[in-house]
C-alpha cells in the first residue's frame, strides 16, 4: 500500500493550527480510503471481520453497538449477523441531532432503517438497549489509541454520558495510523484498536471476557 502523505504536525501548544491540521489530515486520509483498491479492501476487510470476532467469542451474550458503514468503511454487518445467531444482540446509533450524544437502538438484519443525521441508515420502530461493547469507526487513529473521525464529536460526547462504560473498539486501517492525533481535552481513547495488523490492546480494560446472561456489565467492564 502506498504511504500516505500528511502535512507537517502542528505546535501542540497552538490548538488553531492543530484544529486545522486535523481537517487536513482527515481529508487526506477519507480520500485515501476512498481510493483503496477494492480487493485489497476486501482481503484487509475480511481480516478484520475476524479479528473483530475473536473479540466478541468471549462475550457471546453482550449487546454490540456498531456503525452503519460509509464512505468505503470495514463493513462489519457480517461478523454481527454471527454474533446475533450465536445468541448475542446488537444496536445502532440514532444521532437524535447536531451536537447530541447517540442513542442506541436494537438492531437485526430484518429491522426497518431509514436514513437519519447526515442521510446514514439508522433503526425504527426499535428499543433502545444499552451497549456493552461500541465499536467505532477510525478515519484515523494514533498509538495512544485516540481516534480522529468525522469531526462531528459524536462517539465522544456518548461516551461521556453513559452511565456504564461499554468496551470501546476502534476499527480502521493500519496506514491511517498518524503519530499524534493532537487530541481535544475531551476525547476518549479507545481500548483496543483492530486493523487488518491485528489486535492491539490500549487499556486494561481490553482483556478477560464475561457472560452478560443478567444483562448487566460486571463494575470491572473487563467482559463488556
Same mark, same amino acid.
Given at each position: 500500500?502506498?504511504?500516505?502523505?500528511?502535512?507537517?504536525?502542528?505546535a501542540?501548544?497552538?490548538?488553531?493550527?492543530?484544529?486545522?491540521?486535523?481537517?487536513?489530515?482527515?481529508?487526506a486520509l477519507?480520500?485515501?480510503?476512498?481510493?483503496m483498491?477494492?480487493?485489497?479492501?476486501?482481503?484487509?476487510?475480511?481480516?478484520?471481520?475476524?479479528?473483530?470476532?475473536?473479540?466478541?467469542?468471549?462475550?457471546?451474550k453482550?449487546t454490540?453497538?456498531f456503525?452503519?458503514?460509509?464512505q468505503?468503511?470495514?463493513?462489519?454487518?457480517?461478523?454481527?449477523?454471527t454474533?446475533?445467531?450465536?445468541g448475542?444482540?446488537? =444496536?445502532?446509533?440514532?444521532?437524535?441531532?447536531?451536537?447530541?450524544?447517540?442513542?442506541f437502538?436494537?438492531?437485526?438484519? /430484518?429491522t426497518?432503517?431509514?436514513a437519519?443525521?447526515?442521510?446514514?441508515p439508522e433503526?425504527?420502530?426499535?428499543?433502545v438497549v444499552?451497549v456493552?461493547?461500541?465499536?467505532a469507526?477510525?478515519?484515523?487513529?494514533d498509538g495512544?489509541?485516540?481516534r480522529?473521525?468525522?469531526?462531528g464529536?459524536f462517539?465522544d460526547?456518548?461516551?461521556?454520558?453513559?452511565p456504564?462504560?461499554?468496551?470501546?473498539?476502534?476499527?480502521?486501517?493500519?496506514?491511517?495510523?498518524?503519530? /499524534?492525533?493532537?487530541?481535544?481535552?475531551?476525547?476518549i481513547?479507545?481500548?483496543i484498536?483492530?486493523?487488518e495488523?491485528?489486535i492491539?490492546?490500549?487499556t486494561?480494560k481490553a482483556?478477560?471476557?464475561?457472560?452478560?446472561n443478567?444483562? =448487566?456489565?460486571?463494575?470491572?467492564?473487563?467482559?463488556?
Amino acid at each position: 500500500m502506498p504511504r500516505i502523505t500528511l502535512p507537517a504536525p502542528p505546535a501542540k501548544s497552538d490548538d488553531g493550527a492543530a484544529e486545522v491540521w486535523r481537517k487536513s489530515v482527515r481529508k487526506a486520509l477519507l480520500g485515501w480510503r476512498a481510493a483503496m483498491d477494492p480487493s485489497v479492501h476486501h482481503t484487509f476487510s475480511v481480516s478484520i471481520r475476524k479479528a473483530i470476532a475473536e473479540i466478541l467469542i468471549d462475550r457471546p451474550k453482550a449487546t454490540i453497538g456498531f456503525y452503519w458503514p460509509i464512505q468505503n468503511e470495514i463493513d462489519l454487518r457480517p461478523v454481527i449477523e454471527t454474533h446475533i445467531e450465536c445468541g448475542g444482540r446488537a =444496536a445502532l446509533p440514532v444521532v437524535p441531532g447536531k451536537d447530541q450524544p447517540m442513542v442506541f437502538h436494537d438492531w437485526c438484519a /430484518d429491522t426497518q432503517m431509514v436514513a437519519g443525521f447526515a442521510k446514514i441508515p439508522e433503526p425504527v420502530d426499535a428499543p433502545v438497549v444499552p451497549v456493552h461493547v461500541m465499536i467505532a469507526p477510525l478515519v484515523g487513529f494514533d498509538g495512544r489509541g485516540y481516534r480522529l473521525g468525522y469531526g462531528g464529536g459524536f462517539f465522544d460526547r456518548t461516551l461521556a454520558v453513559m452511565p456504564v462504560a461499554p468496551l470501546v473498539v476502534g476499527v480502521g486501517f493500519e496506514a491511517t495510523r498518524v503519530d /499524534d492525533i493532537f487530541p481535544h481535552q475531551y476525547d476518549i481513547p479507545v481500548d483496543i484498536i483492530v486493523t487488518e495488523a491485528g489486535i492491539r490492546p490500549m487499556t486494561d480494560k481490553a482483556v478477560g471476557a464475561g457472560d452478560h446472561n443478567k444483562g =448487566a456489565s460486571p463494575p470491572c467492564y473487563l467482559s463488556s
